[in-house]
């Protein structure tokens, strides 16, 4: 079994997808994922799959989960880098991905995790208000 | 019994995870040789991953045959799952999206049959269970 290594920058946790997936290790690092969120208190996660080649039933419902689990945790997941070839598929499969959060890489997907994204839009809300006043 | 070489085919033993993303790499390998479209390689290797984890968890193991078809001129991809398990005793129900008997999403019968072009199976309760997918280059 592969272990699929998780980083931390800042409050957001990092995980990059390289290795060919098999079942037991995608349990595992649903496991590691809800682990390390609460140890660290972080509140982002990003999981980075633009390395897989194929996201399957049993892929997609971990991508579900950790999302979900996060979510009670406090944290927000967003899934980055997904193949377009990997896109149509999971569609035709059936897999809808409910509830999970989706950027084309990981600098979008920091972007959306980033604290400040929420204090840019009050910056863009405050020039309408400006300007309207 | 179709018999294969090392070039066009394998067979191999489904018995744990390692075993599944085995098959997976086969069917990825001869996806390529036959010229499969990208997209298309992608959809026989995951409906592929969907089958043989079936095979593992619900039959109690088994094995997969894969191997370059001819179809007329077009070259393809045909991948066999066989186990000796308990066999589907309610082929409708189990290929509804969404239907599991229990532990799965219950999409990887349905999803897989709309990700391939054929897609053939054949169960009987007690005796085991055979599911045959394919797809051919464009
Ligand atoms: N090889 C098999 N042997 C016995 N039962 C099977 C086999 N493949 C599928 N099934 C049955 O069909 C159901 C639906 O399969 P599937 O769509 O892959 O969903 P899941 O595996 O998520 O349950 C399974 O829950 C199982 O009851
Ligand atoms: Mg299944």
Known sequence: MNEVPILKIGSTLLVSIQVELQDDTVLQLQEDLAARITRTGARGVIIDISGLEIVDSFIGRMLASVAAVSRVLDARTVVVGMRPAVAITMVELGLGLHGVQTALDVDRGLALLSPDSGAAEDVLLAAVERDAG | ?138
Do not use: C, Y
Not at chain 2, 103 to 108: K, M, P
């Open chain 2, 1 to 138: 019994m179709t018999t294969t070489s090392p070039t066009t085919g394998t067979r191999q033993p489904v018995r744990d995870d390692s075993d599944v993303v085995r098959v997976r790499q086969a069917v990825r390998r001869l996806a390529q040789q036959a010229r499969l479209s990208l997209v298309d390689q992608t959809k026989l290797v995951t409906a592929a991953s969907e089958l043989a984890r079936n095979t593992l968890v619900h039959g109690g193991g088994g094995e997969a045959e894969v191997e370059l078809v001819t179809s007329g001129l077009r070259t393809g991809v045909r991948a066999v799952f066989s186990d000796q398990g308990p066999g589907i005793a309610d082929l409708d129900l189990a290929l509804t999206d969404g239907w599991t008997s229990g532990g799965g999403l219950g999409l990887g019968l349905s999803g897989s049959r709309r990700l391939v072009e054929h897609f053939a199976i054949d169960t009987t309760p007690g005796v085991g269970t055979r599911v045959e997918i394919a797809a051919w280059a464009r």
